[in-house]
């Protein structure tokens, strides 16, 4: 099965910018659509953005607002997430997801949508 990894999280000052990355063992990422969630204090996880691998469609929550950018590299096979002007309220651990996609039009927005996960990795925003 898929194994999926984050890296890239840290402590960061508030308004600066952040790179996140998530990578597979064992196989690649051709034919799924790979999601960014987060979890902060909270139990529920909420979606960020997700992008569908080959096409590449992308799919972002409302909060994002233009900050955060989800991408493909795929001569790394990683699907990366800029984090822009980062604020205090986007603390929290990033996960990554993904599920063999469907269609083109098929990029969820729901954890349970998402069969493989990710351990995450901390971002902490500073004020």
């Known amino acids: 099965q898929v194994q999926l990894v984050e890296s890239g999280g840290g402590l960061v000052q508030a308004g600066d910018s952040l790179r996140i990355s998530c990578g597979t063992t064992?196989?690649?990422?051709?034919?799924?659509?790979v999601g960014w969630f987060r979890q902060a204090s909270g139990p529920e996880r909420e979606f960020v953005a997700a992008v569908n691998w080959n096409v590449p469609r992308t799919n972002y929550a409302d909060f994002v607002k233009g900050r955060f950018r989800i991408f493909t590299d795929v001569a790394k096979n990683t699907v990366g997430l800029v984090l822009n002007s980062l604020k205090p309220e986007d603390t929290a651990v990033y996960y990554c997801?993904?599920?063999?996609?469907?269609?083109?039009?098929?990029?969820?927005?729901?954890?349970?949508?998402?069969?493989?996960w990710g351990q995450g990795t901390q971002v902490t925003v500073s004020s």
């Open positions: 064992g196989r690649t990422f051709s034919d799924h659509v």
């Open positions: 997801a993904a599920v063999p996609q469907r269609s083109y039009y098929y990029i969820p927005d729901k954890t349970d949508e998402y069969d493989y």
